[in-house]
Structures are given as C-alpha cells and as structure tokens.
C-alpha cells in the first residue's frame, strides 16, 4: 500500500505543478477515451508525459518537447503510430 500512496502523491504533485491548459487538456483526453482506458503520469525532461492503455489502443500526450494539441496513439504494441489533434477525438472515440 505505500508504494500505491507514493505513487499518488507523485502524480498528484506533477497535477499541482501543471499549468491549467495542461490540465484542461487531460481532462479533455480523458473524458473522450472513458473509464476503458488506465492512466498513467511520468515526468519527462522539465514537464510530464501522459499513457492511456486500452482495449483500442495506447494514447500518449507530452506537455514538452511536443505540440500539446495533438496525441500519439499506438495500436498493435508499436506497430502502427498515428499522431492527431485532439479534436479528432471528438470523432473516434
């Protein structure tokens, strides 16, 4: 169990310390992927980097180094890669 409240309190803090469009932005991708999919924070360089793992896919989402307007989404363990805006998400999930 403390590893589980450690890794909250990471995760938690990386939330407090991001920016509000950053947030913003990973309650739009959650709310259109749904409960389906497990979430997954880690620091990247100076800034975070987000996973979704679910049953169409893993998505990813970078708040450095990227443009934060579009996701990678891998199917078929790294065999296929797309990158999209986040509006498409509107239309494929």
Do not use: C
């Amino acid at each position: 169990m403390n590893n589980i409240s450690s890794l909250l309190r990471k995760e938690e803090n990386m939330i407090d310390n991001m920016s509000l469009e950053d947030f913003k932005t990973l309650m739009f991708i959650s709310s259109h992927l749904g409960p389906n999919y497990a979430f997954k924070m880690k620091t990247f360089g100076r800034g975070i980097q987000v996973n979704w793992a679910g049953p169409r896919g893993n998505i990813m989402w970078r708040n450095i180094n990227w443009d934060t307007n579009t996701i990678e989404l891998v199917y078929d363990v790294n065999k296929y890669v797309q990158r999209f805006d986040l509006e498409r998400l509107k239309g494929v999930w």
